[in-house]
């Protein structure tokens, strides 16, 4: 079985690959949960000796790369950088320097939002420009100079499936940038008071989704043809929600699993299941959650919860039928979130574009944080440290920590490699 990796930023702030292997045959699986998986973990970039510390890794398309941003710890060059590794051995680079008045993180742990070209060959990357936060487009080879695409805040965005255009949500406005018409501007879609916060693509990149304010409060769910953009034509009306939408779309199939946004638009509640296609709204269960996301297969939504009066949050399984039915569910684990995880929750609709907490496979989950019961000993014992963990997706064994560290995220799919 080809192992499957996991990036993560070590506690010491290096960038680290794990390599997750599976049980290899019923005797093994038969031997309980211990055998079920194990992670072998290298250094795969460390330049602590130079000043320089990492932040948030970010998976190419396949797997083959990974980029992470790189921080100068030293007052007399300060300086403020993503680079890209290949996830084994390989020459690593600088593919993009953030300007000198724009030497600041954008979020707790996060110095860039790095989200690739679903064809590999760029990345969009938000950074702050000393003046605010600015999407600029990055050769995946590092060479040319980045191209200013965008700026001000705040700032959502998603590519086209073929990497040929990209919606962005700024403030009020959501436009789409044609990047292969050579067109010297973006095509306004709507220009509203916000109701929704990232859009969506079908998986055939035909239609995508956002939401306009509904009379009298609220939001509606709306979806839009690519062919008609710039036309006038209206745009279809799919679901009404009492506040805000909040949607992330399947990666197999037209549903999107919808919250409606409470709490200062933190948190989530009323988890249905929209087909925009046929118009079928199968509701889930209404219920706080911070995030959700998909399994690879569309058969279950996974929901990060927080817990009443804590600080903690409770990662619960919820299984779908082939026509989107809710048919039970499952806790798999709780934990403190670190302070970058709790990042990425905040804003779980966009990082499901470019982040993934479900492996390829959708065997395993991971998250970063302190789990309950700590999940296995590290450098201090018992002692609570955030670390980085995963869980099996199918509930059979309990999370367990595989490094000390911040963040840690899969590649959405794999180039197939032998070790």
């Known amino acids: 079985m080809t192992p499957t990796p996991l990036a993560l930023i070590s506690d010491d702030g290096s960038l680290h690959i794990a390599q997750i292997h599976g049980a290899q ?15 072998d973990v290298v250094t795969r970039l460390d330049m602590k000796s130079e000043g320089m510390v990492f932040m948030w890794p970010s998976w190419s398309p396949n797997g083959d790369l990974v980029t992470v941003s790189a921080s100068s710890q030293r007052r007399e060059d300060p300086r403020l950088e993503l680079w890209s590794a290949p996830r084994n051995e390989g020459p690593t680079q600088s593919i993009f320097q953030n300007p000198r008045d724009g030497r600041q993180v954008i979020a707790a742990g996060l110095a860039h939002y790095v989200n690739w070209s679903p064809t590999g060959r760029a990345l969009a990357v938000v950074g702050n420009v000393g003046s605010g936060l600015a999407v600029n487009l990055v050769a995946a080879s590092g060479q040319g100079r980045p191209q200013r695409l965008v700026d001000g805040a705040p ?42 916060r990232s859009p969506a693509w079908s998986p055939d990149g035909s239609a995508f989704y956002f939401a306009k304010p509904r009379p009298g409060g609220g939001s509606i769910i709306v979806g839009a043809r690519r062919s008609e953009v710039g036309s006038g034509a209206d745009h279809e009306e799919l679901m009404e929600l009492t506040g805000p939408a909040s949607f992330v779309a399947s990666r197999s199939d037209d549903r999107l699993a ?25 509701p889930v269960i209404d219920r ?103 869980v099996p997706a199918d509930g059979s ?23």
């Open 397 to 419: 064994a309990p999370p367990r920590r595989v490094a000390a560290g911040s963040i840690s995220f899969f590649p959405a799919s794999l180039t197939e490699e032998t070790d």
């Open 25 to 39: 045959n019923h005797e093994d699986q038969n031997r309980g949960a211990d055998a079920e998986w194990s992670a």
């Open 258 to 282: 919808v919250l409606t946004l409470t709490s200062g638009d933190a948190e989530g509640r009323n988890l249905t299941i929209l087909n925009p296609v046929t118009g079928m709204q199968q």
């Open 155 to 196: 700032l959502y965005f998603a590519w086209a499936p073929d990497g040929r255009a990209i919606l962005v949500h700024r403030a009020a406005q959501l436009v789409l940038f044609d990047l292969s018409s050579g067109s010297e501007g973006p095509i306004q879609i709507q220009r509203v008071r916000p109701s929704f």
């Open 288 to 390: 706080a959650m911070s995030g959700i996301f998909w399994a690879p297969n569309g058969r279950a939504v996974f929901a990060f919860e927080p817990q009443p009066s804590s600080t903690m949050i409770s990662l619960t399984r919820y299984d779908l039928n082939r026509d989107g039915e809710y048919v039970g569910s499952m806790r798999l684990a709780r934990f403190q979130p670190s302070a970058e995880f709790a990042t990425m929750l905040n804003f779980h609709d966009q990082f499901a574009h470019s982040h993934q907490v479900v492996s390829p496979c959708g065997r395993w989950l991971t998250f970063a944080g302190l789990a309950l019961g700590n999940g296995g000993s590290g450098r201090r014992g018992f002692g609570p440290q955030n670390g980085c963990y995963i």
